[in-house]
């Protein structure tokens, strides 16, 4: 559980809404104070538990050796399937489900925590060895030998739907897990019958891991007493962790008490329960000991769900002037061979982020999920919104170039007007408020748009190609449309102004204490000192969501501020009788009780003070509706054709994000943001052997991270258009740097290569895939 007293400078004038404040979690973080899952201290009789993972990527498990393994100096037990299943033992199952490809259900296979009789992928679990140390237990796993009967494999997932492709799952026809479609089919096909240009594109979104600083890890427990499990781990929300691993234990949710650590990076891939955790959870029941796992970075790479993966088609269709008439999308998402409990949500739940900040008046989108022999995937930054975003971006940059429009022209033709809100698009969403044109603008008048021709010509004349791409994402936050889930807050205020406030959104890097500290300071007018904010506890804090989708402060905000109403106007009547006024005469503002219509004011404080006891409200309560957040990004790069580098040169955000909260917090967030995004569209690629499905970049020696040099100072500003969904009039920020970066990075690189005649490249944009497209184009010219 986490509790934080959020000291800071005294008075609540230092902590209004709008005002950059430092953060009140740093000052542990940096000085080696936060305390993570591997750094609580040792229980009595603690266990160490190591996993013995799949080497193969599919094949009959035909046996298990475990015998040197039980011999081994320090082991306590290995446990197999069968262990597994004689304790009823479930498998992990997805939250959700979509049509199935047949028009059945969707298919789910049923995939116990520890492989069986068959192996899916490179790195699953088959068996778990308990020692007294790590490292004891280590290498007691490495002395497990499984025999496995192998078979062909296949990682790809357009390949995966070939005709002759080996089938992950043999009691399912094919590969295909769900097909989804939205939109209006006909309209489309009409719209790309009268066009006067369809431009099509095929693109690849590449599969990448979340690489969190911190490596998954938990510790289990169980009371036989009262047949309670403790979960200690590192989570976005331990709600939903918990509601995840229940079934899985046969118990009910309340049987699972999740306490949440410090979390070093999760970015949606800590955000449900997994596998390991119900393991350690099992193991502690079955052995009477606690029990811990710490992942290493080799096991992250292998065991971690995974990111994006997906093949997109777009055709974007257009008039003789360029305004748009119809888009039609299909994408194939790469599922993995198993379902997690979010893995299905990705490549769906955003789908409405494929219309942009466009009126395209016909709109169609169709989803296929694929099986591969591979990791699942699960959300990632962004969950769907980056991929949603660089496909109708990465389509309109292609209109551009083959209709000799200006990329940011074309675009603002095309934009939905600020007078026109509230906008129904052409597909799922209907969008609230925003003001598109000016962010667009804005952007390009920062980035000094008009000025590049000068730049590029200087950067030729050094022997440089140089490219200038954009993007302007828009995304869902604080969802699902059109009603979002709702969010857990209690206050609690004593009489001398101390707050005790309980969330059931739980922080792992974005600032909750702060932002927390401000609502509450500017609305009340007290002082930010005596607030403690109690979160990460399912005992403590009795309901939650968590944090995710860039949700906290139009959910989380909103109960606190509903907490908040209750109890102002619970005080109304006391505060009348103060300022010998009618109730009905009393209103609210910036702290004070204010009688309507003179200058007479009371502090909220000294009201307070008059209590007897202390004053508590609690509800779970939702928004009224999602928020969308958006912007234009500008990315400006240099590439040496003679090695193929990229060099960043400058890199612009303007984003309508509704109130800034904490601009400090709002641009380290997009900053962090944008970093991911890079790192994607330069860099960062999960890659599989064709043949074997072995991961070939299973440490940082192969998988690129980008690095602190590799970024220019990033330019953050903030179009605010505040939206009336929440009382904050917050959209949402956590997640709005990724969505833009990969469009707008990628969107640099092509047109830094267009005048070489590389006509289109997909991510990671490698030195080695940049110079070979240079080399085959020279070839080809």
């Not at 357009?158 to 002759?164: E, H, I, S, T």
């Not at 997690?340 to 009126?359: C, E, I, K, Q």
């Not at 962010?439 to 008009?450: G, H, I, P, S, T």
């Not at 959910?555 to 109890?567: F, K, L, N, R």
């Amino acid at each position: 559980m986490a509790r934080k007293r959020l000291r800071g400078r005294t008075g609540s004038d230092a902590v209004k809404i709008g005002q950059s404040v430092k953060r009140v979690e740093d000052m542990a973080l940096v000085r080696g104070l936060g305390r993570y899952t591997a750094d609580l201290p040792a229980a009595e009789g603690e266990l160490a538990m190591a996993l013995v993972r799949s080497p193969a990527a599919a094949g009959r498990l035909k046996d298990l050796d475990i015998a040197d393994a039980l011999a081994a100096d320090g082991v306590v037990a290995v446990l197999t399937a069968a262990e597994l299943a004689a304790d009823g033992i479930g498998p992990i199952t997805s939250r959700m489900a979509h049509p199935g490809p047949d028009g059945g259900p969707m298919r789910a296979p049923c995939s116990p925590l520890l492989a069986g009789d068959a192996v899916h992928f490179v790195g699953q679990p088959v068996a778990i060895v308990l020692a007294t140390s790590r490292a004891a237990a280590e290498d007691a796993a490495d002395l497990v030998v499984p025999v496995i009967e192998e078979r062909a494999a296949v990682t790809d997932a357009a390949a995966a739907l070939g005709p002759d492709a080996p089938r992950v799952w043999p009691e399912f026809p094919d590969n295909r897990c769900f097909q989804v479609e939205k939109g209006d089919l006909d309209a489309v096909r009409a719209a790309m019958a009268r066009a006067h240009r369809v431009v099509a594109r095929r693109l690849r979104v590449s599969r990448v891991t979340a690489a969190a600083l911190e490596p998954r890890a938990a510790r289990g427990r169980f009371d036989p007493e009262t047949g309670r499990f403790h979960l200690e781990l590192g989570t976005q929300a331990p709600h939903r962790v918990a509601m995840d691993l229940a079934p899985v234990l046969g118990v009910a949710p309340d049987r699972v008490h999740v306490t949440g650590q410090a979390c070093g990076g999760s970015f949606g891939m800590k955000n449900m329960g997994t596998a390991e955790a119900a393991l350690a959870l099992w193991a502690a029941r079955r052995t009477g000991r606690p029990v811990r796992w710490v992942a290493s970075r080799l096991e992250s790479f292998m065991g971690d769900p995974q990111g994006r993966d997906q093949w997109i088609d777009v055709r974007l269709a257009l008039d003789a002037d360029g305004i748009f008439l119809g888009l039609e999308v299909a994408m194939i998402a790469n599922l993995g061979a198993c379902l997690g409990p979010s893995t299905v949500h990705p490549p769906v739940a955003n789908l409405g982020g494929l219309a942009g900040v466009y009126r395209t008046p016909a709109i169609h989108a169709t989803v296929t999920g694929v099986f591969t022999n591979t990791q699942h995937t699960a959300p990632y930054r962004g969950a769907g919104r980056p991929e949603a975003t660089y496909a109708i971006e990465s389509a309109i940059d292609a209109a551009a170039a083959e209709t000799g429009l200006d990329r940011a022209e074309l675009r603002r033709r095309n934009m939905i007007r600020p007078e026109e809100m509230p906008f129904r698009t052409g597909l799922v969403f209907t969008y609230d408020s925003g003001d598109f044109p000016a962010v667009l603008a804005r952007a390009q008048d920062a980035a000094d748009w008009d000025g590049f021709p000068a730049r590029q010509a200087a950067a030729r004349a050094r022997g440089r190609l140089r490219g200038i791409g954009i993007a302007c994402p828009i995304e869902i936050a604080g969802g699902p449309a059109p009603k979002p889930h709702g969010e857990y807050a209690a206050l609690e205020l004593a009489p001398e102004g101390r707050v005790r406030l309980r969330a059931g959104s739980f922080d792992s890097g974005q600032g909750h204490a702060t932002s927390f500290r401000q609502v509450l300071a500017d609305r009340l007018g007290l002082d930010p000192e005596g607030v403690e904010l109690v979160t990460g506890d399912t005992d403590v804090v009795p309901q939650g969501t968590g944090t995710f989708g860039s949700r906290t402060l139009a959910a989380a905000g909103t109960a606190v501020w509903s907490a908040m109403d209750e109890i102002i106007e619970r005080l109304r009547g006391d505060a009348a009788d103060m300022l010998e006024a009618a109730a009905t005469d009393i209103d609210f503002a910036d702290g004070h009780y204010v009688v309507a219509g003179t200058d007479r004011r009371l502090p909220f404080g000294a009201v307070l003070a008059r209590q007897p006891a202390p004053l508590s409200a609690e509800g779970f309560v939702a928004a009224e509706s999602a928020t969308f957040p958006n912007g234009c990004h500008v990315c400006e790069l240099e590439i040496d054709p003679e090695t193929g580098r990229t060099f960043l040169e400058r890199y612009v955000v303007v984003d309508d994000v509704g109130t800034v909260v904490n601009p400090l917090i709002v641009k380290g967030q997009i900053a962090g943001g944008v970093a991911q995004g890079v790192g994607q569209a330069l860099c960062e690629h999960l890659q599989h052997d064709a043949d074997t499905g072995q991961l070939l970049t299973a440490s940082f020696m192969d998988y690129a991270m980008p690095r602190a040099g590799d970024l220019p100072g990033i330019e953050v500003l903030s179009h605010p258009v505040p939206t009336r969904a929440n009382p904050l009039g917050v959209k949402g920020a956590g997640e709005a740097g990724t969505v833009g970066a990969l469009a707008a990075v990628m969107s640099a690189v092509r047109d830094a290569l267009a005048p070489a005649g590389v006509g289109h490249i997909d991510m990671p944009a490698t030195p080695g895939r940049i110079w070979a497209a240079l080399r085959d184009s020279a070839t080809a010219g």
